[in-house]
Every structure is written in structure tokens, then in C-alpha cells.
């Protein structure tokens, strides 16, 4: 108790000499009290306060989700923090509806937990000084995260404004799991039954989907050779792009290799694997929906009467063609494509979020607020923060000594029970944390062994980094993205289905740069430029 007050003393002495400055447009400044002190604000340790403080937090929660406040994690919270939230975040879709009157309101919450801003929305208001500066905060009260920054200077780079200055908190989850979303199955079983191997060029690959064709293992002319959803970010064929054509891509058609930003759809080995493509459809190997279906018509081509699937691509092969038929398919490993070579295309998405947590002006408390927040970057409440809490979904492995996964029961999948028990926010569970303090799940241990053996050996781009955009920078983007985006899809349908790429390719790319693709791969490759600069 001595130490307790001892602590008391020494936090409210350094809470009542800090004047917290705001930085809004312009470079002007307004001036803060930071009130924490007359809370008894203290300097480490738990509780956060000596007396009881209320916040308010809005933002947005998962629409299965319960009002946080009956969360048995976020009790224990505030139990631990001496801190009270009043909760005011909305199901996603309502809150995404509600975001802009919510910034917009004189009644702005104390913070946001899961932000559910863009990076339009944080250069904007942390301009305009809606959303405060957090980097002398995070320096002074969260001992937690500013280790985890640094220690990796790519997270804090990732957080970091054009301006210098960090608005919103991260979520990290070090799996590298989404860094290869769409994998392409194969059907073994219909191999097995015709004789065929598994492919391993895409020569082969192309015989074996024109034996699925004119052999029709499903009967009745069923069989689908290959199906995908165009443009869909778990269920695209940027690796079969990469086979015929030599170059990987994704669903931004934005690669990195070398240090340079390329737009993979104005390139000639994409057109090549165009020209490929259209071949395959004219032969009734590609699913005549593959450019036009949405995730429910595409799903429910796996769970058919009549299995008719002879290829897929899909995050996973169960959520695909269900139980009882996943162990008919396989993943395909990458096959040698027209240059000889494996290529495996890397998607954009990276483990490093930003908008987890993000505190206002009208915040009076911003000194404990902050030091509420990095109570989540603690390792083990990130990983309940994350997955759920100690005795509901994870427990203490005695021969490891690592946190582990409680099974779901059958009434309810894994993915649902997270999303009523576990809050999300700011985290962060790193690639270090998964060896020392909690074991990946069992489904993202073997998606992660799986990406290792078969996708990382031959990856041919790294991934554009979470780089933060300059207000400028967002408004040259977005200007053009759009049309630039919408072209591309058409032509991609067009040229696959109908032909005609060759009589039209030059057009298309003069188009493209008549809208502004080269202005805005320049401001891609700025951006990217600065990222390594501060990463």
C-alpha cells in the first residue's frame, strides 16, 4: 500500500505539469489541461488511477458481438485499470453509416476503440486537430508500445503520419497468414480416377483441366474445371496469372520488386497471360461465372448435390466445398509457369493495422487514457484482447507453458465464439509473442506451415507496405483510383471472355495513363519511398 500511494504521489506530480498540446491545421496549437492528476493519475503499475474515471469510447464491434460493458475481459479491465468506459460502439455497418456525423458532432467521444477510420479520415482530422498527436504520449505513459516501436521501426513507420506525428494506435498479428490469401485447390480424387498426376507446370495444369472437361467426373456435363472469383481477395488466380505470364500479382495489381512499384495490369506479361486465359475459356475450362459471381454463388458451387469442382481458388478448402468433401481436394503447389520458373504472388495485406485506437480533443484525460490503452500491449492481454480470455477460450499449456486454445464447443464455430468474447482494439501479439507467450491457433498453425513450404520458397514480390498517405497524396489516389480500377475490371472480363486484347491492349494502357495511372504509381512510389526512409 506505501508503494501504491508512493506511486500515487510521483503520478500526480507529473500529470499536473503536463500541459498537452494539440496540433490541428495549419501548425497552429491549442492548448490542453490534462486533468488525469485529479484522478490520481499514476506513473506505472495498476490501477491506471487511484480514484474511478470514467471515458467515453465509440467505434465499431462486430455485429455478433454483446455491449462490451457484459464482456467478462473488459470487466476485468477495468477491474484492473480502475477505469470506467462507457461503451458506444456500433456493429460495423451501423457505425461506418454514423462515423462521419459522429467526427462531425460538438459530442465527440473521449477516444475510439476500433477507430474504423480510412487513412482519408486520419490525415483529415488529425489535421484539423479532431484526433490529437499521440507520439509524446505513447514516449511518456505506454512503456509497452513504445518498446514495441522500438524494436520495430516498421511498425512505428506504418502508424506515422506524412506529418510526422502518430494519430491512431496499431493492431499487430504477426502470422503472416493473409500474405498469400487466395490458394488454388486441385480435386485428387477426380485425378485418381482418371489416372492423371498432379500437375506441376502449367502445361500440365492445362491438360488436366481439359481432362476434367471431356471426361466429366461429375456426369451430366457438371464439371466445372477451374472456377474463381475475379478481383475477390480469397478467391483470385493471381498465381495463375504468374504462371502464364511471368509476373505475380494481386488483387491491387500493385506489386513491389526491386524496390519499385509496378502496376501489374499494364504490364506485357499480363497481357500475355490474358491472351492464356481466353484460350482456356474458349476450351470450357473456366467457370463462364468466374468473372460475375459474388461470394454466395461462388460457395455454393463447392457444396453442390453433385460434386462438380475440379479447381478452385479459396482461403481455405473446407469453408469451400465443406467437411465431408475436403479431403477430395489438396492445394496445388506452385507450378513452373511459361518462363520455367515458380512464382508465388504476394498479396497487399500485412499484419501491421492501424486505427485501433485513436483520442480526441475533448478527451480531458488523455495522459491516463493513453496509459489505459497500453495496458492492452501487455503480451498476455493481447493475446486475450485478441482470441479471448484466460478460461473461456485460451488456457496455460503446462509442457510449453504457452497460452493455447480452448476448443469450441459444437454448438458454435471458433470464428463465432471470438467475435462475442473477444473485444479487439489495440494489440499486439508479434511473431516473437507466438513462441513465448501464446501458440497460434491450430487452423493458422497449419495455413502458416502451409505457406512456408509452399508459398515463401517461391515468392516473386514483396508486399507494399501499410504506408500512411499524405492528405495530398489520398486526395491524387483517390481521384483516379476509381476509374482506373473499374476500367481495369471490365477489360479483364472483356478480354478473358470475348477476346480482343490485342486489337485493343495499346488503347487500354494509353487510357489507363490518360486518367492518371503513371501520376499515381509515382505517388505510390513516393510514399513507398518514405516508408523505407523511416522504417
Known amino acids: 500500500m506505501a508503494t501504491r500511494r508512493k506511486l500515487a504521489i510521483v503520478g500526480a506530480f507529473i500529470a499536473s505539469s503536463l500541459a498537452f498540446t494539440a496540433c490541428s491545421g495549419g501548425g497552429a496549437t491549442s492548448g490542453i489541461k490534462d486533468a488525469s492528476a485529479d484522478f490520481g493519475l499514476q506513473s506505472s503499475g495498476l490501477p491506471v488511477v487511484t480514484k474511478a474515471l470514467t471515458l467515453k469510447f465509440s467505434g465499431s464491434k462486430s ?21 470506467h468506459v462507457d461503451w458506444q460502439n456500433l456493429p460495423d455497418n451501423v457505425y461506418q453509416e454514423k462515423k462521419s456525423l459522429i467526427l462531425a458532432s460538438g459530442d465527440l467521444p473521449d477516444a475510439f476503440f476500433n477507430s474504423g477510420l480510412s487513412d482519408a479520415e486520419v490525415a483529415n482530422y488529425g489535421s484539423n486537430g479532431t484526433l490529437i498527436p499521440l507520439e509524446d ?4 505513459y505506454a512503456p509497452n508500445l513504445s518498446k514495441l516501436l522500438k524494436d520495430r521501426p516498421d511498425v512505428r513507420a ?23 490469401s487466395p490458394m488454388l485447390a486441385i480435386n485428387t480424387k477426380w485425378l485418381k480416377e482418371l489416372g492423371l498426376p498432379t500437375p506441376t507446370t502449367v502445361q500440365q495444369l492445362h491438360d488436366t483441366l481439359l481432362a476434367f472437361k471431356q471426361k466429366d467426373p461429375a456426369g451430366g456435363g457438371k464439371t466445372i474445371p477451374l472456377s474463381f472469383e475475379s478481383g475477390s481477395w480469397t478467391a483470385d488466380i493471381a498465381d495463375l496469372i504468374a504462371a502464364l505470364g511471368g509476373i505475380p500479382d494481386n488483387q491491387d495489381h500493385r506489386i513491389v520488386q526491386n524496390g519499385k512499384v509496378i ?39 463447392g457444396k453442390t448435390t453433385t460434386e462438380s469442382l475440379g479447381m478452385f481458388a479459396w482461403w481455405e478448402v473446407k469453408e469451400m466445398v465443406g467437411d ?20 508465388a504472388s504476394r498479396t497487399n495485406f500485412t499484419d501491421i493495422s492501424r486505427g485501433a485506437f485513436a483520442i480526441t480533443r475533448t478527451d480531458k484525460y488523455p495522459a491516463a487514457t493513453m496509459r489505459w ?8 492481454q493481447s493475446a486475450q ?15 510449453s507453458g504457452l497460452l493455447v486454445q480452448i476448443p469450441a464447443d459444437a454448438s458454435t464455430s471458433e470464428g463465432e465464439r471470438r467475435q462475442k468474447v473477444a473485444p479487439g482494439g489495440p494489440f499486439a501479439v508479434t511473431s516473437q509473442d507466438f513462441k513465448t507467450v501464446v501458440a497460434p491457433e491450430p487452423r493458422a498453425a497449419e495455413r502458416q506451415k502451409t505457406i512456408q513450404d509452399l508459398y515463401l520458397p517461391y515468392a516473386g514480390n514483396d508486399q507494399y507496405p501499410p504506408v500512411m498517405l499524405s492528405n495530398d497524396e489520398l486526395q491524387q489516389v483517390n481521384s483516379v483510383q476509381t476509374d482506373i480500377s473499374t476500367l481495369v475490371k471490365q477489360k479483364i472480363a472483356k478480354w478473358v471472355v470475348s477476346g480482343g486484347i490485342d486489337q485493343e491492349w495499346d488503347s487500354y494502357v494509353s487510357q489507363l495513363n490518360s486518367i492518371g495511372l503513371e501520376k499515381m504509381m509515382a505517388v505510390y512510389q513516393q510514399a513507398y519511398d518514405r516508408y523505407k526512409k523511416n522504417s
Open 63 to 83: 455485429a455478433l458481438a454483446p455491449d462490451y460493458s457484459t464482456m467478462s475481459l473488459v470487466q476485468q479491465w477495468e477491474k484492473d485499470t480502475n477505469v
Open 137 to 140: 504520449l505513447i514516449e511518456k
Open 385 to 399: 484482447t485478441n482470441w479471448g480470455p484466460i478460461g473461456v477460450t485460451l488456457k496455460k499449456d503446462s509442457a
Open 373 to 380: 490503452a497500453d495496458h492492452l500491449y501487455d503480451p498476455v
Open 324 to 343: 465431408n468433401r475436403a479431403n477430395d481436394y489438396a492445394l496445388l503447389p506452385i507450378v513452373k509457369g511459361v518462363n520455367g520458373q515458380r512464382i
Open 158 to 180: 506504418a502508424i506515422t503520419s506524412s506529418d510526422g506525428h502518430i494519430y491512431t494506435l496499431p493492431s499487430v498479428q504477426e502470422l503472416g497468414l493473409k500474405q498469400f
Open 263 to 301: 502496376y501489374t495490369a499494364s504490364q506485357h506479361q499480363y497481357k500475355q497471360a490474358l491472351e492464356t486465359l481466353h484460350q482456356w475459356y474458349q476450351e470450357g475450362l473456366i467457370d463462364p461465372e468466374a468473372y460475375s459471381q459474388d461470394d454466395k454463388a461462388y460457395l455454393a458451387k
